[in-house]
């Protein structure tokens, strides 16, 4: 089962996200839960450094693959933050469309920071 969490702050801005495990939901390769979800959160990381112009902090598995986490960085003026905030809405909303027709694969969460 894929995993992600979003961790928002008090005024309800997404800080990081993280994503992990595997679907499995078809064989390696034809695993079309897996696929939407890379293309949603590798397209939101890139979309973040090209159109808002700031680079997250960015971690991976390069080894075992299926872990993802991206943390915004506190420097960005607010353009980039407000760029950035819609990506992340976008994913999260993208995530959460899945995760309703594959309940089985995927299960999304956020968590508010106090």
Request: negative net charge.
């Amino acid at each position: 089962m894929i995993k992600s969490s979003f961790k928002r702050n008090e005024a309800g801005q997404i800080l990081s996200f993280e994503v992990s495990g595997h679907a499995e939901s078809g064989p390696y390769g034809s695993d079309i839960v897996c696929a939407a979800v890379s293309a949603l959160t590798i397209s939101t990381v890139n979309g973040i450094d090209a159109l808002a112009g700031v680079q997250p902090i960015v971690e991976t598995d390069e080894d075992n693959g299926g872990y993802l986490y991206v943390e915004m960085i506190s420097k960005a003026n607010q353009e980039q933050t407000n760029i950035a905030q819609i990506l992340l809405e976008n994913l999260l909303l993208g995530l959460q469309a899945i995760e309703q027709e594959n309940l089985d694969f995927i299960q999304v969460k956020t968590i508010n920071e106090k």
